[in-house]
């Protein structure tokens, strides 16, 4: 079947510009996750979605990082006046409850 | 809290050599899940294995093979006689009860030369 999908898979803004980044999990599966990959930086967790329960935030780095997930199924990551630094690869993954996380291909930021 | 970590940050062999990649993890939870991820130079993250803390059985799957010892908190991952696709970052990674998120190691970089 489909694989957790991602878009765009690359996207160039300028700082200051708001982003939108989309996740597409595997059909049926409740659970959802937000990492960065930034280089140097390794493997960094923003956000977790599991079903209906509320979404664990910890991870976000800062207020201008928000992120939703609508009917359980396609989430959205925004970042509002993208700086610098938020220069990295956004990685998707989604689960079934206590089973394996796959991973979508990433959508590469660059801010300028 | 819980921590990864992948002393290795690079290796490199020639071909159809066989290479060990260690893994030690921090957690003290009793139940928890263990992962290898691999990332080709494409850059998506690939998913080969996941393990729980209550079954310490060694796995292997054609050219690889997973040794868990809780004994030591340690999840090593071995490829036998080794080929050039191997060639990727393969990351170690840790998540407790069901589901939660990931915590992963930094990554070991792996280079098989012809």
């Known amino acids: 079947g489909a694989g957790v999908s991602q878009s765009p898979s690359n996207k160039v803004t300028e700082k200051g510009k708001d982003v939108e980044l989309r996740c597409d999990p595997i059909?049926?599966?409740?659970?959802l996750y937000w990492y960065r990959q930034s280089l140097g930086q390794g493997l960094e967790f923003l956000i977790y979605?599991?079903?209906?329960?509320?979404?664990?935030k910890s991870g976000l780095p800062s207020d201008r990082f928000s992120a939703e997930r609508t009917g359980g199924s396609v989430s959205t990551l925004t970042i509002q006046r993208t700086q610098q630094e938020d220069s990295a690869v956004y990685l998707c993954?989604?689960?079934?409850?206590?089973?394996?996380?796959?991973f979508g291909p990433g959508t590469r930021l660059t801010v300028l | 809290a819980q921590k990864v970590t992948q002393a290795q940050t690079e290796i490199s062999v020639v071909e159809k050599e066989d290479v060990t990649l260690d893994c030690v993890y921090e957690t003290r939870d009793t139940t928890y899940y263990l992962f290898w991820y691999k990332q080709p130079p494409s850059g998506e993250l690939v998913f080969l294995i996941r393990?729980?803390?209550?079954?310490?059985q060694n796995e292997i799957s054609g050219r690889y093979s997973w040794n868990f010892q809780k004994s030591t908190s340690s999840f090593n991952f071995t490829i036998t006689a080794s080929q050039v696709v191997d060639s990727a970052v393969y990351f170690c990674?840790?998540?407790?009860?069901?589901?939660?998120?990931?915590?992963f190691g930094e990554g070991t970089q792996l280079t098989v030369n012809p």
């Open positions: 979605f599991q079903g209906n329960s509320a979404p664990d």
């Open positions: 993954a989604s689960s079934l409850k206590a089973a394996s996380t796959y």
């Open positions: 990674a840790l998540s407790l009860g069901s589901g939660s998120r990931l915590t």
């Open positions: 393990r729980n803390s209550f079954d310490e």
């Open positions: 059909s049926g599966h409740t659970a």
